[in-house]
């Protein structure tokens, strides 16, 4: 069984930078691409940002330059270096696989509030 396991979540003040990771256990992720999602109260969840096995990455529009996603296929682990973050970005932050989803972890809860 596949199982996603986040961490790093916070509160945080606008402008402020967090570190999420994300541990998955039951499945080799070096072969697949991974991606950061998020949920914001009342609203649907949405990617946030891929990577490929190669590295190759892509990002929504609202994180482009603020967010960076990393893998390290050694330890099974996928990040999220959030940067200059802003009260929009608040909501409950995920990982999945986009082309081989798997059930939802538990996610980390992100906060940016003065």
């Known amino acids: 069984q596949v199982q996603m396991a986040e961490s790093g979540g916070g509160l945080v003040q606008p402008g402020g930078s967090l570190r999420l990771s994300c541990a998955v256990s039951g499945r080799t992720f070096s072969g697949y691409v991974m991606g950061w999602y998020r949920q914001a109260p009342g609203k649907q969840r949405d990617v946030v940002a891929t990577?490929?096995?190669?590295?190759?990455?892509k990002y929504a529009e609202s994180v482009k330059g603020r967010f960076t996603i990393s893998r390290d296929n050694a330890k099974n682990t996928l990040y999220l270096q959030m940067n200059s973050l802003k009260p929009e970005d608040t909501a409950v932050y995920y990982c999945?696989?986009?082309?081989?989803?798997?059930?939802w972890g538990q996610g980390t809860q992100v906060t940016v509030s003065a």
């Open positions: 999945n696989f986009p082309y081989s989803q798997v059930s």
């Open positions: 990577v490929t096995s190669g590295g190759t990455t």
